[in-house]
């Protein structure tokens, strides 16, 4: 993707190349036999250049040589001539002015930074994904050491109730709640691991390292699933941000100008075709071809002036009555899709800022409860151990303790992730992770935007 900016920028250079010289040469030699003892030789030879200019004026300068040779029997009689011309046309009406001949080039560059606001989402969304990945990778992990510990400690209560059941302290049923419970913590070890791995592939694939041996290369995670310190400001100040930075926003702000140019380019078509042009020569005639370059430079040749009109106006005009209207209503379009798009990043804005305050708020909560969850399974267990309560409720507290051990960890991965969806629907991501990528100068909205 990006190679995409470096290709949109060779259509600037050939949009550019139509007000580039174009330098032409021709010549022609004939010879034909007008009767038995009379020959006709010719030789026309011709160099030119032509320019157009973005003012829709069309200046060209050529200058050519002409040897005329005929021969009747052993008398030969040649003549050259040697000609300058300048001709100049100016459009009076359609394809004048600035605005509508360079409206091609002003496109492909819009074209251009389109490609680089396209580079900047993708990269913008790339690395979104990859710092999720990182986190749904940590959660597993996490989640796995919480069953290896519980699976750890429901193996040890199994063989202690066995151990009281041999000794007739408890009834042989207890076991049966005991081994169940350690199987359901297998289990979920088992589903654990296997999410895990998953997960890890996904990352492997996100981060895409050098090395022929993907698959198995080792993943060090250095940042532990803590909260992180989020210093927001006021939620009008992100809007703001993401107003002026939306990857997509700016694009729409560029398809807005796009289409503008795209109007005055089908009105100014609307127009008839009205050219003036203007020859201005010279002509000299000698029997030498130095005798008519001669003749040229004093003056002696002949001047050449020619100036006319040329107009031309199709009847009906229904084709560029459609491309200006089908314009109009592109550009009405865009500018409906781009208020939109306004509101949605707005919307985008305030509802991750509500998720991050919902998801800090978790934290403590799920803190909260794992701690109480700690404390009652103690509980359940020494009242187990004094005969006060039964291997079930053991079991289904030590249930309660995983969930909530869970439920922690996720609290605080979700903060994370809530923080960097955040980042991302502001459009600060890229910034805020000290990347620099193409697209970083927003589109300065226009003064009906605002």
């Not at 029997?73 to 300048?86: A, S």
Request: proline content about 4%; charged content about 30%; aromatic content about 6%.
């Amino acid at each position: 993707e990006r190679l995409t900016p470096s290709i949109q920028r060779t259509y600037e250079q050939e949009e550019r190349a139509a007000f580039d010289p174009v330098l032409r040469a021709d010549g022609q030699w004939s010879r034909e036999r007008d009767k038995p003892d009379s020959v006709s030789k010719e030789i026309d030879v011709s160099l030119g250049i032509s320019e157009f200019l973005p003012t829709g004026t069309d200046l060209d300068l050529s200058a050519g040589m002409e040897q005329t040779q005929k021969t009747v029997v052993t008398n030969p009689d040649e003549k050259y001539t040697t000609n300058l011309n300048l001709t100049v046309t100016q459009a009076l009406l359609r394809g004048m002015g600035l605005d509508v001949n360079l409206a091609n080039l002003r496109q492909a560059r819009i074209e251009t930074r389109v490609s680089e606001y396209q580079l900047r989402g993708l990269a913008q969304s790339l690395l979104a994904e990859v710092e999720n990945a990182y986190w749904d990778y940590t959660l597993t992990r996490e989640e796995v050491n919480i069953f290896e510990t519980s699976l750890e400690l429901g193996e040890r209560l199994t063989a202690e109730t066995a151990e009281r059941i041999r000794v007739g302290q408890v009834a042989k049923c207890e076991i049966f709640s005991a081994e169940a419970e350690a199987a359901t913590r297998r289990q979920e070890l088992i589903n654990a691991r296997s999410a895990r791995d998953n997960a890890r592939l996904r990352l492997l694939r996100l981060l895409n390292p050098p090395g022929n041996d993907l698959w198995n290369s080792k993943v060090v995670l250095l940042s532990p699933p803590e909260m992180p310190e989020s210093n927001l400001e006021d939620k009008q100040n992100h809007i703001k941000v993401a107003l002026r930075m939306r990857p997509d926003l700016n694009q729409a702000r560029l398809a807005v100008q796009r289409g503008e140019l795209e109007v005055v380019k089908t009105k100014n078509g609307l127009l008839p075709q009205l050219d003036l042009f203007v020859t201005l020569g010279r002509t000299g005639y000698a029997a030498s071809f130095e005798g008519s370059l001669t003749d040229i430079r004093k003056g002696e040749g002949g001047l050449d002036v020619f100036a006319g009109l040329r107009f031309q106006f199709p009847a009906g005009m229904r084709a560029p009555k459609a491309q200006y209207k089908r314009s109009t209503l592109d550009l009405e379009q865009d500018e409906e899709a781009l208020s939109n798009l306004k509101q949605l990043v707005e919307q985008d804005v305030l509802s991750a800022y509500i998720e991050i305050n919902r998801s800090s708020e978790q934290i403590v909560a799920s803190r909260a409860t794992r701690k109480f969850q700690e404390e009652k399974l103690q509980a359940e267990i020494d009242k187990y151990r004094l005969g006060k309560s039964t291997m079930f409720r053991v079991a289904q507290a030590q249930r309660d303790l995983v969930e909530s051990q869970i439920s922690a960890v996720r609290s605080n991965i979700d903060h994370i992730k809530s923080l960097t969806q955040f980042y991302f629907v502001e459009g600060s991501l890229l910034v805020r992770r000290g990347i620099s990528a193409p697209g970083r100068e927003p589109v300065e909205p226009s003064p009906e935007e605002g």
